[in-house]
């Protein structure tokens, strides 16, 4: 793989918690995602895959290893200069949606613009009302997060995690809490993303059939890379 191609690059990143009790939850972990790959996280209960996300998006430091995005090693970074790196090139979204409820489906979506540049622009609305069209959710712009279905919320948390276009978007468990019908909504929009817009994903998920829907897959299993496939046509997946 081309560098200019690597999006993301995690290498011997270990994880561990505790100092008399030591517990590790993610062992020697080597992974290398591209631009615009579609890729679910799987595994059982408890194996490390939430832990290696939020290390990924940089919500949290490795006790051992080195994570680069985008060519930039993160271990140098303060705090600040990482917030700033996740908020320029990194979106998330969670199996609690963690809108604001009593904000509109549109003041939702604004919110990063909002934080990022400090006051509002005629810009930033025609952006969220694109992004929560696209969402299929043109008629539902004006109506406050309470008023809409779950799986609606969670469309608005998609266009909320792509308002700030950012090059991946980690989902852990995005379809966990919506029944079947909305959970395949939310995935189509996300595979919908990334064919129109190029937008990597990375998604945590106990759901098999959302797991083959994806490009590739890597399996986790006791805080460790098992297994890394491209069910599409069987070839092994790329490892760091």
Not at 106 to 114: A, F, G, K
Not at 121 to 145: F, H, N, S, T, V
Not at 180 to 200: D, H, K, M, N, P
């Amino acid at each position: 793989m081309a560098d200019a191609e690597v999006l993301l690059r995690a290498d011997g990143v270990v994880k561990t918690y505790g100092e008399r009790v030591v517990t590790t939850a993610v062992r020697g972990v080597d992974l290398t995602f591209s631009r615009g790959e579609f890729c679910a996280l799987t595994g059982p209960s408890g194996c490390g895959k939430t832990t290696l996300l939020n290390i990924l998006g940089l919500l949290d430091r490795p006790t051992e290893g080195r994570v680069w995005i985008e060519g930039r090693d993160t271990t140098p970074l303060d705090d600040d200069e990482r917030t700033r790196l996740r908020a320029e090139t990194l979106g998330f979204i969670f199996q609690s949606h963690h809108l604001l409820m009593a904000f509109t489906a549109l003041e939702n979506v604004m919110i990063p613009l909002l934080s990022r540049h400090g006051r509002r622009a005629p810009w930033m609305r025609e952006k969220a009302e694109g992004l929560l069209e696209q969402m299929g959710l043109a008629d539902r712009i004006p109506y406050r997060a309470t008023d809409l279905s779950g799986g609606e919320q969670q469309r608005v948390a998609v266009a909320r995690a792509l308002a700030m276009d950012p090059a991946l978007v980690l989902a852990d468990e995005p379809t966990g809490n919506l029944d079947t019908e909305s959970g395949s909504q939310v995935f189509q929009a996300l595979r919908e993303i990334r064919r129109e817009r190029g937008t990597a994903f990375l998604i945590v998920t106990h759901d098999q059939g959302i797991a083959a829907g994806c490009d590739r897959v890597v399996h986790m299993v006791d805080g460790r890379i098992a297994a890394d496939t491209r069910p599409t046509d069987g070839r092994p997946g790329s490892r760091g």
